[in-house]
């Protein structure tokens, strides 16, 4: 017998897992797959966009265990009860969230239904794992993005300490751009030339747009060859140039869709490195032969 403390000071013996009878062994089971649900259900994106949380918990505090069968019962609830229980102020909220959580599979339709038309359901955690997973790479990723604030605001603060010198360039005192400074190696006056074309409506102006677009998308094949891993890849312009080079930075591999978003997210941020996408990709290879 193992022995506990309760929050109002009381001590409590609590059998061994090998003295539970097999009714309470499922309802010990079932208290930890509450647990673990709620958690995904916490973290899951697809989840933000109404309140599936306390809708979840809801129908969890009618989720039991059948004593005849060892498993769990179906559970429903009427918009009213999610209304008062979730304190939800409408009808389309409350069904808004019960849609969003059986379409990501964690309310299981059984086809029946109770006397006053309330559809019944099994509860399942299907993206458990893949949630998981998630919340390891947005850690990563926030504490990264933190991280470059901070070293920003230190950069900031000393520059305001020592003032600007007069060797000090532009960008040591504002900061430096994913974009470096350089000028085209075939034009001798490279302002004249860059003026020339971009005001003209000749179709030089489009042929060098293109040839930048180029540039931007072959940005991770250099990186990615290049000594400094840990230089983040240049922000995508709009929307094509984002699709592309996630294209390219997943060419021949297996991604999953979420970790294109994931990936995209990061991109469009301005902190993702070749680094980082090796080590990404490697854990989504890993998990996916494990």
Not at 24 to 44: C, H, N, P, S, Y
Not at 141 to 147: E, G, N, S, T, V
Not at 238 to 250: F, L, T
Request: charged content about 30%.
């Amino acid at each position: 017998m193992t022995e506990y403390v309760t929050e109002h000071g009381e001590i409590i013996e609590a059998p061994d897992a090998s003295q539970l009878t097999p009714v309470q062994m499922a309802r010990r089971q079932l208290a930890a797959f509450k647990f673990d649900l709620v958690e995904t259900i916490a973290a899951d994106p697809k989840l933000s966009k109404a309140p599936c949380l306390g809708v979840m918990v809801v129908y969890l505090s009618f989720l039991t265990i059948d004593e005849r069968t060892l498993r769990p019962t179906t559970v429903y609830a009427s918009n009213i009860k999610l209304m008062a229980r979730a304190g939800i102020k409408s009808k389309t909220t409350a069904s808004q969230a019960r849609k969003l959580l059986v379409e990501a599979g964690y309310l299981v339709p059984t086809g029946s239904q109770t006397k006053d038309g309330c559809a019944k359901f099994r509860v399942a955690n299907p993206r458990a794992e893949m949630i998981k997973m998630h919340i390891r790479e947005a850690e990563e990723f926030l504490a990264q993005r933190d991280a470059l604030r901070k070293e920003g605001e230190r950069r900031k603060k000393a520059l305001l300490t020592r003032g600007v010198t007069d060797i000090d360039t532009p960008s040591e005192a504002w900061g430096t751009s994913n974009w470096p400074d350089r000028v085209s190696d075939i034009d001798t006056n490279y302002l004249e030339g860059h003026l020339s074309v971009s005001c003209s409506g000749e179709e030089g102006s489009l042929i060098e747009h293109d040839q930048s677009l180029d540039d931007q998308s072959n940005s991770y094949a250099s990186a990615r060859g290049g000594d400094d891993q840990n230089e983040p890849l240049p922000v995508p312009r709009n929307d094509e140039e984002a699709d592309g080079m996630i294209s390219m930075i997943c060419e021949g591999r297996t991604v999953p869709p979420f970790m294109r978003d994931r990936l995209r997210l990061i991109l469009n941020a301005g902190v993702l490195t070749p680094k980082m996408i090796e080590g990404m990709l490697n854990r989504v290879k890993g998990e996916a032969a494990a």
